[in-house]
């Protein structure tokens, strides 16, 4: 399988952009793979000058395979930007490699992406490859340098074309799967946040494309892929950043191990001492205690 192409989504980010580029180059794979990046307008008069910054850079980035960039005329927002260039990437390839300008990839990351979708092209229950874990204490006994969840992450991941045409965007079912208790308690048997967050999507309070991709992995039943130390690190939290602020719930351990061969998993289902680390990590008794530190950090930096 070629190496898949890179879609990277930016808005008005320039210093995290140059460290998610500088970090990408680093992979020995980077200069064979294709990049597509997609520049959104600017929402208001007041971020037209950031992001006429950020396309300027975006016009030097070299060192791949080759570079193509997309700039929007309106403000499409993450969701539909994230939706409409993935499905244009598909459209050419069979497999994409998507990364957002606040991720910091390790040097590794480019050969884990490509490998995973090599190995698990075949399997009918993965959705999706994450390059990224939060921190998890893996089990002496556990032999792989990947784990099956069955939650995607949106934190540098990949997938496949055949894997991405279906997704129901619109949620037409839900309707009719709201009105079910037992419905609503699966879907948030893997993360206390998920059914209302996928509710306020629904409602229009938010505008999330991740939400919707995952309401699409609960009801076919399919698992992600993720490393067992992470290859990407999430830098986004700050002041500038459009969705993400203060403290950083996702910080973790990024791979320097430099390794471009991996142990990967044959047969696909959660270990399930893995799997109770995951559930704590979005248990609402770990998403309260993150929410009281953002709090906290908002407070102290005014």
Aim: proline share 3%; charged share 25%; net charge positive.
């Amino acid at each position: 399988m070629p190496n898949a192409p890179i879609a990277l989504f930016t808005y008005k980010r320039l210093d995290t952009l140059k460290q998610t580029v500088s970090a990408l180059k680093q992979n020995e794979l980077a200069r064979d793979s294709d990049l597509f990046v997609f520049s959104d307008a600017a929402k208001t008069q007041a971020d037209e000058a950031t992001v006429k910054n950020v396309r300027d850079f975006l016009k030097t980035i070299a060192g791949f395979k080759s570079v193509h960039l997309a700039e929007a005329d309106t403000n499409r927002g993450l969701a539909n930007s994230i939706i409409n260039g993935v499905t244009e990437v598909l459209s050419s390839y069979d497999t994409v490699i998507v990364l957002e300008d606040d991720l910091v990839a390790s040097s590794n990351f480019l050969s884990f992406m490509n490998q995973c979708l090599s190995f698990y092209n075949s399997y009918p229950e993965v959705l999706s490859i994450s390059g990224y874990t939060m921190p998890i204490q893996v089990p002496e006994d556990y032999s792989f340098d990947v784990y099956a969840f069955p939650r995607v992450s949106s934190h540098g991941w990949a997938t496949w074309k055949n894997k991405w045409v279906n997704i129901d965007w619109e949620v037409k079912d839900f309707a009719e799967f709201k009105q079910s208790s037992a419905n609503r308690r699966r879907f948030r048997s893997n993360g206390s946040d998920l059914y209302r967050m996928l509710n306020k999507q629904m409602r229009g309070k938010i505008d999330s494309w991740a939400i919707r991709w995952q309401y699409h992995s609960h009801r076919q039943q399919l698992y992600t892929i993720y490393p067992t130390v992470s290859k990407i690190e999430n830098i986004g939290f700050g002041s500038e950043a459009t969705h993400t602020t203060g403290f950083n719930r996702f910080k973790t351990k990024l791979d320097k191990s430099d390794s471009g061969a991996f142990r990967l998993l044959p047969k696909v289902k959660p270990n399930e001492k893995i799997h109770r680390q995951f559930m704590d990590f979005y248990s609402v008794k770990s998403r309260g205690i993150a929410k009281i530190k953002q709090l906290l950090t908002k407070v102290t930096s005014s």
